[in-house]
């Protein structure tokens, strides 16, 4: 059989990754001897490996996590108030699969931001699909969906994802639209138990003022708090010990 024939075969099948290499794993096969199983053996692994791959780099390009960054860049040191083992049982993605949520709240600077990305690579790598937006991007598609008719659609969006990240909540008030929207989005995800990760500056008292609606603000917490992991950051801006150690922010007494 000519390998050109294989070649379009093995493409049909969506076996891309062994139709390009099959010249090679022919040849190394009859040079080596290599038993029949073992041969479709390699080939089976390689295309497996191939597409998990693959679809790790779509999971993460589907995030659209805003930088890349680890736990192992995380320097627990700098940050006492973070219990490492609470750090590590979020990591284990239970609460993905219990459709808990994760609550980050702290000060500018803390690592809130870095922590969501390192749970959210997680989570990604063990193959749940995530979804990471900040506050006003939020509200900005709000805006933009009900100018097109679209809300259904973007309400669609924020429920699917195993996990959605909502980032940076506090720094921008919502208005009457976004905070509904917000409030359908978390309402069905807990009905199905979609888990949320969300970072904010404000504590939960202050909620009320970030969606202009204390009655709002409360059914909003009231669902995500049900089932959730609450990490107080506390301590000094990382992004100022940076500028100070390279001597461009006056250090601070
Ligand atoms: N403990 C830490 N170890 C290593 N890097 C850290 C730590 N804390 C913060 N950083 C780094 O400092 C920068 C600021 O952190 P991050 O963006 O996570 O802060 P944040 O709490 O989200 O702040 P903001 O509320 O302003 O968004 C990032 O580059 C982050 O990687
Ligand atoms: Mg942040």
Redesign the pocket.
């Known amino acids: 059989m000519s390998t050109q024939l294989l070649i379009e075969r093995l493409s049909q099948m969506g076996w891309h990754h062994t139709a390009d290499q099959i010249d090679g794993l022919l040849e190394d096969a009859s040079k080596d001897n290599v038993p029949y199983s073992e041969f479709l053996n390699t080939i089976l692994l390689n295309e497996m490996e191939k597409r998990d791959s693959l679809a790790l780099e779509k999971r993460i390009l589907k995030a659209k996590l805003p930088f890349q ?1 680890t736990i192992h ?4 040191e ?2 006492p108030s973070i219990s490492e083992k609470r750090v590590k049982e979020v990591l284990t993605c239970r609460f993905i699969e219990n459709g808990e949520n994760v609550l980050l709240l ?10 969501s990305v390192a749970f959210s690579m997680e989570a990604i790598i063990k193959g749940y699909s995530a979804l990471f937006i900040r506050a006003d991007d939020f509200i900005n598609e709000c805006k933009k969906a009900d100018k097109a008719g679209l809300i259904n659609r973007v309400i669609k969006r924020w429920s699917r994802p195993d996990l959605l990240i909502l ?2 909540l506090g720094y921008f008030p919502f208005d009457e639209l976004s905070a509904n929207i917000l409030f359908q989005v978390i309402s069905k995800r807990y009905d199905k138990r979609g888990a949320i990760l969300i ?1 904010s ?1 404000k504590s939960f008292l202050d909620w009320g003022k970030i969606f202009g609606d204390e009655v709002l603000a409360t059914a909003i917490l009231d669902r995500l708090l049900h089932h959730a992991t609450t990490f107080n ?1 506390k301590g000094d ?3 100022l010990r ?1 500028k100070q150690k390279a001597g461009i922010a006056p250090v601070q007494i």
């Open positions: 960054k860049e995380f320097d627990f700098f940050q702290g000060p500018p600077g803390v690592g809130k931001t870095h922590l980032d940076e970072t500056n950051v801006s990382y992004r940076e």
